[in-house]
């Protein structure tokens, strides 16, 4: 009412002009006290009912406005999402397509010399599976929200799957592997498995000798590896797309992609990561449920 009022200042001073402007005639003319109170009542009533009903018409269209004023807020924002998706989109493309020429070219050059080593040949069509994948996983991520699917299952399971996946990885570099306890989660088993799985890529590619540990718990997942570690530096900024770090641009083997895709996916399923690290030493990752 009071929003009422203010919009229809002018209007409401012009009626109480009016009124003002019939007392005073009445009151110039000295006319009767009876035909003066009929008037102003009936002059009252016929105002009430002007008011009465635009204010009425005042809200509905004040209504009408707020959700167009919703609507283009919500139609903004849509928008402003897919213009990041798609900045994003191609900055990770460029990323990805010049990543994808180290296996491509060393699979080439092996066919070109006729030198074919399988395992080598192995390995690295093992990279251009997983930099496809990434990209697929990065490209669907768009419409997670429509593709939840929860279940109750074991992590372990999950991590035991993408060790056995690896397993050629592991053995290649001589890693031991040890996994220790149970964790039980009601969330989507696919999504959860692919932001694993690029945590477990990272470990594998950058420990080049020891060991990778997964310690389950209650309510949480650890990976630790014995890697060549990170820069504390470069920690705050790991899960940002296309940010390699100084170890990454050195072992040139960073996307800047797979710990993107994974922080992505978990603070969508309502999970936490962090990620401790010493140089030389090795990293650990850390998931639970927020």
């Given at each position: 009412?009071?929003?009422?009022?203010?919009e229809?200042?002018?209007?409401?001073w012009?009626?109480?002009l009016?009124?003002v402007?019939?007392?005073?005639t009445f009151?110039?003319?000295?006319?009767?006290?009876e035909?003066?109170?009929?008037?102003?009542m009936?002059?009252?009533?016929f105002?009430?009912f002007?008011l009465?009903?635009?204010y009425?018409?005042?809200?509905k269209?004040k209504?009408k406005l707020k959700?167009?004023?919703?609507?283009l807020?919500?139609v903004t924002?849509r928008?402003?999402?897919?213009?990041?998706?798609?900045?994003n989109?191609t900055?990770?493309?460029?990323?990805?397509s010049h990543?994808?020429?180290v296996?491509l070219?060393s699979i080439?050059?092996?066919?070109?010399?006729?030198?074919v080593?399988?395992t080598?040949l192995?390995?690295?069509v093992?990279?251009?599976?997983n930099?496809l994948?990434?990209?697929?996983?990065?490209?669907?991520?768009?419409n997670?929200?429509?593709d939840?699917?929860?279940?109750?299952?074991?992590?372990?399971?999950?991590?035991?799957?993408?060790?056995?996946k690896?397993?050629s990885?592991?053995?290649?570099?001589d890693l031991?592997v040890?996994?220790?306890?149970n964790?039980?989660?009601?969330?989507?088993?696919?999504?959860?498995s692919?932001?694993?799985e690029?945590?477990?890529?990272?470990?594998?590619?950058?420990?080049?000798?020891?060991?990778?540990?997964f310690i389950?718990?209650?309510k949480?997942?650890?990976i630790?590896?014995t890697?060549?570690?990170?820069?504390s530096?470069?920690?705050?900024?790991l899960?940002?797309?296309g940010?390699?770090g100084y170890n990454g641009r050195?072992?040139k083997?960073s996307t800047g992609?797979g710990?993107?895709?994974s922080?992505?996916?978990?603070?969508?399923?309502?999970?936490?990561?962090?990620?401790e690290?010493?140089?030389?030493?090795?990293t650990?990752v850390?998931?639970?449920?927020k």
């Open positions: 009412m009071k929003q009422y009022l203010k229809k200042f002018f209007l409401v012009t009626l109480a009016v009124f402007i019939y007392l005073l009151s110039l003319w000295h006319l009767k006290l035909p003066l109170i009929n008037a102003t009936l002059g009252g009533l105002v009430l002007f009465f009903f635009d009425r018409k005042w809200s269209e209504r959700l167009l004023e919703d609507e807020k919500n924002n928008l402003e999402d897919v213009v990041l998706f798609d900045k989109l900055d990770i493309v460029r990323i990805w990543q994808m020429k296996p070219a080439d050059l092996m066919v070109q010399t006729n030198d080593d399988n080598v192995k390995n690295q093992f990279q251009v599976d930099y994948n990434i990209l697929l996983e990065y490209l669907r991520l768009n997670i929200s429509t939840y699917r929860f279940d109750k299952f074991d992590a372990k399971d999950v991590v035991t799957s993408l060790v056995k690896y397993a990885q592991f053995i290649a570099k031991t040890e996994i220790t306890g964790w039980i989660l009601v969330t989507d088993k696919r999504w959860f692919v932001a694993l690029q945590i477990i890529n990272n470990a594998v590619k950058y420990t080049n000798s020891g060991s990778v540990r389950l718990e209650d949480s997942l650890t630790e590896d890697g060549i570690g990170i820069l530096e470069d920690i705050p900024r899960f940002e797309h940010f390699t050195l072992e083997k992609l710990l993107y895709l922080k992505t996916i978990l603070d969508k399923l309502d999970f936490q990561i962090m990620i690290s010493q140089v030389d030493k090795g650990e850390i998931i639970n449920k």
